[in-house]
């Protein structure tokens, strides 16, 4: 059975920083993209970092670009969001999701649709 | 960036009912659309993949259907269990990939 479980998430005060964690099982983890997706009470879904398999490939959205930082360790079956300067529009659920099928053009690889997401991890950045 | 304009943002409906919701693109992404349903407290669940793709294990009373810009999520036969929100997602090779702002199903 594929599970996604993150952790991490917490209060944190705007400017601080947090890492959070996938811990990913069910699946051969090391063949598959990943991505993080947030949503803010009581709003919609917004993705925000995309990373392939080999880790050769890494997007952002631009709401996040220079303060978080996507990785992951294959030999660990986990994923990470390194989130820092933290603002309190950075409040949200935030899930971890598999990328169901790999799509790769003119030599990139790109997101796709998510077959699979994790139960998420809330943020909370407040002073 | 893309962007995905979802109609009704909100429907009242009962059991039984026929149910269409629609997805407009900014720009045309050919199939790259998926359909995901979320419940309160919930991670999303995808539904529909490449505009039209049932996924694995989902009631067959959910379709999708479109391509190029207007896309459209039909649910023939509305359950209990159907009561939630729906959002459209473009994967097209355009980053940053995006969803539709979604439409909540309420019972009427």
């Known amino acids: 059975e594929v599970q996604l479980v993150e952790s991490g998430g917490g209060l944190v005060q705007p400017g601080g920083s947090l890492r959070l964690s996938c811990a990913a099982s069910?699946?051969?983890?090391?063949?598959?993209?990943m991505n993080w997706v947030r949503q803010a009470p009581g709003k919609g879904l917004e993705w925000v970092s995309y990373i392939s398999s080999s880790s050769s490939t890494i997007y952002y959205a631009d709401s996040v670009k220079g303060r978080f930082t996507i990785s992951r360790d294959n030999a660990k079956n986990s994923l990470y969001l390194q989130m820092n300067s933290l603002r309190a529009e950075d409040t949200a659920v935030y899930y971890c999701a598999r990328d169901a099928n790999p799509y790769c053009s003119g030599g990139s690889c790109y997101p796709t649709d998510f077959d699979y997401w994790g139960q998420g991890t809330l943020v909370t950045v407040s002073s | 960036a893309i962007q995905l304009t979802q109609s009704p943002s909100s429907l009242s409906a009962s059991v039984g009912d026929r149910v269409t919701i629609t997805c407009r693109a900014s720009?045309?992404?050919?199939?790259?659309l998926a359909w995901y349903q979320q419940k309160p407290g919930k991670a999303p669940k995808l539904l529909i993949y490449?505009?039209?793709s049932l996924e694995s294990g989902v009631p067959s009373r959910f379709s999708g259907s479109g391509s190029g810009t207007d896309f459209t999520l039909t649910i023939s036969s509305l359950q209990p269990e159907d009561f939630a929100t729906y959002y459209c997602q473009q994967f097209n090779s355009y980053l940053p990939l995006t969803f539709g702002g979604g439409t909540k199903v309420e019972i009427k």
């Open positions: 720009q045309g992404i050919s199939s790259a």
């Open positions: 069910g699946f051969t983890f090391s063949s598959y993209s």
């Open positions: 490449d505009a039209s």
